[in-house]
């Protein structure tokens, strides 16, 4: 899932402080389990933001507060869109796409994010998530006994470990593991050690963002024009 | 024992400290409130085990909140006490409205009978939901 925290709450008030009425409104998907931005969050950050804009002076600020299920489905935003008129402004406590599909879909309303996205993650225990995808469009897992060397080692090295790993640790940050280290381990584990002594290939990055902004198509699937919202 | 603690101190109950929602104490403030003692069970001593320490984690939270809207974090304390323990109670009720007076009244200023509406309001809300009404 798609990984975020809350910015601090004065960066989020300098954001809305001109406008009279703003709508935080959250997300219940993904950053509902991370625990950033679903009802509850939407709830602590509307009474902690309505008593920031009194201590400076803004207290005629009116700060409402509404969830809907998913910020990256037009479906779902429809059923606020009725509301929206209603504000100067929307404060989105869902991730960068989220804002900017509210973005898309109310071109006359400003809208400010709540949120840091950080990564695609996984729940590593309670409270604590951890990066595991770099999205780059172009999955190799199966060449690195199921650990990515992009997301994972933090030199992104394709041929690694590199001399910076230590007892397993990486020296970026001591408390990171090697992920080399790990690919090794898993590697030797499945008996498949061999597999690691061909040189990998450079990877095809044009997959990943820096082949410009992607789209997945399925052509079964589609109605209407690519590219264009219905 | 005929103790007495500051007739300034409101009483909400609660099943549990772990039943405390941090947005629950945020309202309070919100409401105009100068400060918030929670008064837990002793630690190790939670009928549910491990409400209490739960709360103590949530309670720390709402302090790290209230540090970053701009209200002292002092206003927010968490206190571990029996029930058996009135003496102790009349005690910290006194020393944190001692302390609260020291920081001053709410730096949202909220007009007095406000205060007494809306935390009568959060009583009558949290009685009902303790009778198990709906809403």
């Known amino acids: 899932m798609i990984v975020a925290d809350r910015k601090k709450i004065p960066e989020i008030r300098d954001m809305i402080k001109e406008h009279d009425r703003v709508l935080l409104l959250g997300c219940g998907t993904c950053v509902t389990v991370c625990l950033a931005g679903g009802e509850r969050e939407v709830g602590i950050l509307g009474t902690a933001l309505r008593m920031a804009l009194r201590l400076i002076g803004r207290d005629k600020v009116v700060v409402d507060e509404c969830t809907i299920e998913r910020q990256c489905e037009d479906a779902f935003i429809e059923i606020v869109a009725p509301r929206i008129g209603a504000y100067d402004a929307v404060c989105s406590l869902g991730c960068g796409a989220g804002v900017q599909n509210l973005a898309e879909r109310f071109p006359n309303t400003p809208v400010y994010p709540g949120l840091n996205t950080q990564f695609i993650g996984v729940l590593e225990s309670q409270g604590v998530w951890t990066e595991k995808c770099a999205a780059c469009g172009n999955c190799r897992l199966g060449e690195f006994a199921g650990i990515c060397p992009f997301s994972r080692c933090a030199k992104r090295l394709l041929n690694g470990p590199c001399g910076g790993s230590q007892e397993g640790r990486c020296e970026v940050r001591p408390e990171l593991e090697c992920g080399w280290q790990l690919i090794y381990d898993r590697a030797s584990a499945l008996g498949i050690l061999g597999k690691l002594e061909a040189i990998a290939e450079p990877h095809d990055w044009s997959t990943a963002l820096d082949g410009g902004p992607r789209k997945v198509v399925r052509e079964d699937q589609y109605i209407g024009d690519v590219g264009q919202k219905g | ?135």
């Open chain 2, 1 to 135: 024992m005929r103790l007495q603690y500051p007739g300034n101190v409101r009483v909400l109950r609660f099943p549990c400290t772990g039943k405390i929602e941090p947005n629950y104490i945020l309202t309070a403030f919100e409401r105009g409130v100068d400060g918030v003692m929670v008064a837990g069970c002793l630690e190790g001593g939670c009928h549910f085990l491990e409400g209490n320490l739960r709360a103590r984690r949530r309670i720390e939270r709402v302090r790290q909140l209230l540090d970053e809207i701009g209200i002292e974090p002092e206003r927010l304390e968490m206190f571990n006490l029996s029930s058996a323990e009135g003496p102790r109670f009349a005690a910290i009720a006194t020393e944190m409205s001692q302390r609260v007076a020291r920081l001053g009244p709410s730096p949202l200023r909220v007009k007095r009978h406000k205060v007494e509406a809306g935390i009568q309001q959060m009583r009558e809300e949290g009685e009902a939901g303790l009778r198990g009404e709906a809403g």
